[in-house]
């Protein structure tokens, strides 16, 4: 009797072992399918991460400062003071040659925009297979209109498009930033550095200022802006040229009188933008058809008196001695004396 309690019994605890042991394999089982799908899972969410740290590291390299050289050996080829806002969007000086010409026709440039006063040299440009546009702007700052009608020849012209002024500084890159703003494709911040890289003199504030306050233009309001896109654009005529230089320098004569700053009673002016603006209708005029009508002398103290201008602006923008400024500009009332004096009737 005892004997066969106890066989039952080792077959009762038999069956129990059996059940638990089953019980156990079917756990392990379920704990190494929870362990297969928890690695898969954090495999699909490392991918996932990854991805998306990817797309924010593309995001990121998409919102960066864009290189200065974007169009590559282009800027270590010339002295046109490359900076390439944007790779449709390229600043820098004017072209002056052929060679000029012949490099941004090998970087692909389709249409070059001047800001300049200066007559653009339309046929050598042809020659090569690009369309010039004529925008100029001064060294005040731009104005909306004129913003809207630089943004809209970027957005809609064949590109990559050049943008430049004189040296490629300042009116050059300030508006290649203003359009690189309104059309989306830089921050202010980003366009403003990029301005500064290009060597845009703080004291021109307005410049600087028209970038700041700008934001992106909707495609309705850049709809609306001019598409002449002139190759030149009309002048000044050549006695109000001459008349605008007048004032220049006696702007300038205020700012000399007042220490080479502002003056206190005149605080719209900006010593470098008039400094910069005497220049440049010095050299528009040295252009202008209408000098054909005066003797080659009068040809020769015009280029003597851009050449003063010339040097006094470089002494202005390198801060130099106020005895060496002073001596400068007086150079520069000297050649226009010395045409006013023989010729300032003969019109």
């Not at 040097?311 to 050649?335: I, N, Y």
Request: hydrophobic share 40%; net charge negative; proline share 7%.
């Amino acid at each position: 009797m005892t004997s066969t309690r106890q066989s039952g019994g080792i077959a009762t605890g038999a069956s129990i072992f059996a059940v638990l042991l089953l019980l156990c394999t079917i756990l392990a089982c379920d704990s190494s399918k929870d362990a297969s799908r928890n690695d898969n899972s954090s495999a699909t969410q490392t991918a996932t991460d990854k991805s998306a740290d990817e797309s924010a590291t593309t995001a990121e390299a998409a919102n960066r400062e864009p290189p200065v050289e974007s169009v590559p050996g282009m800027a270590g080829q010339s002295g046109l003071n490359i900076i390439a806002f944007t790779p449709h969007l390229i600043s820098g000086a004017v072209p002056e040659n052929t060679a000029d010409f012949a490099l941004l026709a090998n970087h692909k440039i389709k249409t070059i925009i001047s800001v300049d006063g200066a007559t653009p040299d339309v046929e050598e440009a042809k020659r090569f297979g690009i369309r010039y546009v004529h925008l100029p702007i001064g060294y005040h700052g731009i104005d909306k209109e004129r913003q809207m009608e630089i943004a809209r020849a970027v957005r809609d012209l064949p590109g990559p498009v050049y943008l430049h002024c004189h040296h490629g500084k300042h009116r050059g890159p300030a508006a290649a930033a203003s359009a690189a703003v309104a059309l989306g494709m830089l921050p202010n911040e980003q366009a403003i550095t990029l301005m500064k890289h290009a060597g845009t003199s703080p004291s021109y504030a307005g410049l600087y200022k028209c970038v700041e306050d700008l934001g992106k233009v909707p495609d309705v309001e850049l709809d609306m802006a001019p598409t002449l896109f002139p190759e030149t654009a009309p002048v000044p005529g050549f006695v109000k040229a001459m008349s605008q230089v007048s004032h220049a320098y006696d702007h300038l004569k205020q700012v000399r009188d007042a220490d080479w700053q502002v003056p206190q009673d005149h605080p719209d002016l900006v010593p470098l933008a008039e400094a910069g603006r005497l220049e440049n209708l010095l050299r528009a005029l040295r252009e202008d058809p209408e000098l054909e009508q005066y003797p080659p002398d009068f040809a020769e103290k015009l280029e003597a008196a851009w050449r003063s201008a010339v040097s006094f602006e470089k002494l202005l923008t390198d801060k130099a001695d106020p005895d060496d400024l002073k001596k400068a500009l007086d150079r520069v009332g000297q050649s226009c004396k010395a045409c006013h004096t023989p010729y300032r009737n003969k019109k």
